[in-house]
């Protein structure tokens, strides 16, 4: 009985595991489209990944960064414009699911592509007057 317990919480972790990405794969996978992260409780931003690494992201109200994101180490680190400090985050497979959790917190609840937008990101213009 122990054993078979034991072989089925070890198939359940191999069939839901974190298989990372690295800059290549995630170039492969990312390039040419507009994600939708989110969690079960919702979107959470949308991002749009152009060539040559660069990217334009949005928290979906409508305001816009744009930067470039870069490989470092096992992680994909995003340099915005108007930001100090990048953001690395580590992205993974988890089944057919692309998922990611940022480096600074390896037990956070994960996001994952919850949608693909067909379209590129609409940005509104530069915020105008006092």
């Known amino acids: 009985m122990i054993r078979a317990l034991l072989a089925l ?3 359940t972790t191999l069939v839901h595991a974190e298989t990372p ?5 995630f170039d492969a996978t990312v390039t040419g489209r507009t994600l939708v992260y989110g969690t079960e409780a919702g979107p959470y931003g949308i991002e ?3 060539p040559g690494r660069r990217v334009r992201w949005s928290f979906l109200d409508g305001e816009c960064m744009d930067g470039r994101w870069y490989p470092q180490g096992d992680a994909i680190c995003f340099a915005y414009e108007g930001r100090e400090s990048p953001e690395c985050w580590r992205f993974f497979r988890d089944g057919a699911r692309l998922g990611a959790r940022p480096t600074g917190e390896p037990d956070s609840a ?3 592509v919850i949608a693909e ?4 990101l609409i940005c509104r213009g530069p ?3 006092v």
């Open 9 to 11: 919480i070890l198939a």
């Open 21 to 25: 990405l690295d800059a290549d794969a």
């Open 48 to 50: 749009e990944y152009l």
């Open 110 to 112: 994960p996001l994952y």
């Open 117 to 120: 937008s067909p379209e590129p």
């Open 127 to 129: 915020r105008l007057g």
